[in-house]
């Protein structure tokens, strides 16, 4: 069993920038791949990033390709990511998730656990 809790989200303008974090509980951490995803208001869940269990593998969506950063720190227990030159339309509650496997997934159904979420907002 794996517990995550998102921090980071917040208000910022077009142009800036926010760090998100993904703290996870246990310690298989370093077994997990592990991803963002994000979903906006009337809209379906999103792949954004995800990367490997050894950090080695990074994917980005192509909305974030260049301006978003997947990171993770096996020791500390914790995913970040990096985002630069926000725009409003990447507005959403962004999601933290977890997959048993060491390969980078994009699918909402190929991870095993969630966590409960961060609100980014993004005015113009």
């Known amino acids: 069993q794996v517990q995550l809790v998102e921090s980071g989200g917040g208000l910022v303008q077009a142009g800036g920038s926010l760090r998100l974090s993904c703290a996870a509980s246990?310690?298989?951490?370093?077994?997990?791949?592990m991803g963002w995803f994000r979903q906006a208001p009337g809209k379906e869940r999103a792949f954004v990033a995800g990367?490997?269990?050894?950090?080695?593998?990074?994917y980005y969506a192509d909305s974030v390709k260049g301006r978003f950063t997947i990171s993770r720190d096996n020791g500390k227990n914790t995913m970040y990511l990096q985002m630069n030159s926000l725009k409003p339309e990447d507005t959403a509650v962004y999601y933290c998730?977890?997959?048993?496997?060491?390969?980078?997934?994009?699918?909402?159904?190929?991870?095993?656990?969630w966590g409960q979420g961060t609100q980014v907002t993004v005015s113009s």
């Open positions: 998730a977890a997959r048993r496997g060491t390969s980078v997934r994009v699918g909402v159904h190929e991870y095993d656990y």
């Open positions: 990367i490997s269990s050894s950090g080695g593998d990074t």
């Open positions: 246990g310690r298989t951490f370093s077994t997990y791949a």
